[in-house]
């Protein structure tokens, strides 16, 4: 058969190949289609930013290309490369406020390019949602170097609203020697202002950094602390957040299971 050549209208004048069945490393559906989750955080005080970019693997390829421009409010950079990897996904750290624009191409062992993704654009969040505050387990209001006591191994956690949240991330950890953190014993995302150790609510959602594990409860003779993080997405389904601003409560209750 013949195979034909396809000029795709992508950054950097790429190359498809597609349609083609037999030829080694190609495939008539390309799977590189990247996508992005920038998070932003303001940890007591201290801002910072991250984008993770993720793609799906392609047939024969070796490498993967991952080039990037950065738009501020003042000015616009060009394209260039910023990474050459073999995993299917790369992260670094940005500044808040921007618009990234990234791109993917995808090499051969030979070093030929495979396929090139469209262009991925992500506008990364400056920090403006509040803190969360008023965490209490099973109803008992918790205060800095205290602990309180839940009312079973699976407690009902909650704390007040904070201001432009649209998601929270709470987490339960055993607290080990020196009051160091152990082991992760629950972690959910909620978009109310509670959770209930052992249960996910939402259960369908994925975000880079923020695993979920149901856990099967705290263990009696133990400690733990826990902890919330307001998220303000930038849109209200979280199945489809590109971008989330987030801000870490400053105190964590500690929970005393006796």
Not at 161 to 168: F, I, K, R
Not at 232 to 240: A, F, M
């Amino acid at each position: 058969m013949r195979h034909a050549r396809l000029l795709a209208p992508a950054l950097g004048s790429a190359v498809l190949l597609s349609g083609c069945p037999g030829l080694p490393g190609f495939s008539s559906t390309p799977t590189l289609n990247p996508t992005v989750l920038s998070v932003t955080q303001n940890n007591q005080g201290i801002k910072t930013a991250a984008v993770t970019l993720t793609w799906g693997s392609v047939n024969n390829a070796a490498t993967y290309q991952v080039a990037r421009s950065v738009a501020s409010a003042t000015a616009t950079s060009s394209q260039k490369v910023v990474a050459t990897v073999t995993t299917t996904s790369y992260s670094e750290p940005v500044a808040p406020n921007l618009t990234i624009t990234y791109t993917v191409n995808a090499y051969s062992p030979g070093g030929d390019t495979i396929v090139s993704s469209p262009a991925t654009v992500v506008n990364v969040l400056d920090s403006t949602v509040q803190q969360p505050s008023g965490l209490a387990v099973d109803g008992h209001l918790g205060s800095p170097g205290t602990a309180v006591q839940p009312n079973s191994s699976k407690p009902t956690l909650t704390w007040a609203n904070a201001s432009g949240a649209t998601a929270y991330y709470v987490t339960v950890n055993e607290v080990g020697a020196g009051n160091s953190l152990g082991a992760l014993t629950y972690a959910a995302l909620t978009q109310s202002p509670t959770a209930t150790v052992g249960t996910l609510s939402l259960s369908n959602v994925t975000l880079a950094g923020f695993n979920q594990v149901a856990g099967s409860g705290l263990v009696k003779g133990k400690i733990y602390s826990f902890s919330v993080t307001a998220i303000r997405g930038n849109v209200p389904d979280l199945t489809k957040v590109t971008a989330i601003d987030t801000a870490v409560v400053d105190t964590p209750v500690a929970i005393a299971n006796s």
